[in-house]
């Protein structure tokens, strides 16, 4: 089974840091292309940051550029997001996403999907 798991956001007053998390499980993750996506409320989805498989390529939105950085340590199947120097817009719902998995059955078929997580809150206020 598939399964990404977001964690570490929170309030974060303006100007602060914070750092997320995604636990990948369940694929050959060091495979797979990793990315953050956020949706603010009355906002569309958006993405905010990708990484190749081997960390080789980097892409930010022009947003978050300078501000965030995305990281990846393939011996821990974890994808991280490091949120610095937030502003209140930065407020939304983080999301883990790895693209176009390839998943068997135990009779040898496969299944081709996108994975999200489940969303970590983040919350910029003072």
């Known amino acids: 089974q598939v399964q990404l798991v977001e964690s570490g956001g929170g309030l974060v007053q303006p100007g602060g840091s914070l750092r997320l998390s995604c636990a990948a499980s369940?694929?050959?993750?060091?495979?797979?292309?990793m990315s953050w996506y956020r949706q603010a409320p009355g906002k569309e989805r958006e993405l905010v940051a990708h990484?190749?498989?081997?960390?080789?390529?980097?892409n930010y939105a022009d947003s978050v550029k300078g501000r965030f950085t995305i990281s990846r340590d393939n011996a821990k199947n974890t994808v991280y997001l490091q949120m610095n120097s937030l502003k209140p817009e930065d407020t939304a719902v983080y999301y883990c996403?790895?693209?176009?998995?390839?998943?068997?059955?135990?009779?040898?078929?496969?299944?081709?999907?996108?994975?999200w997580g489940q969303g970590t809150q983040v919350t910029v206020s003072s």
């Open positions: 996403n790895a693209d176009k998995v390839r998943t068997y059955s135990d009779v040898g078929a496969y299944t081709v999907r996108d994975y």
């Open positions: 369940g694929f050959r993750f060091s495979n797979y292309a």
């Open positions: 990484i190749t498989s081997a960390s080789i390529t980097r």
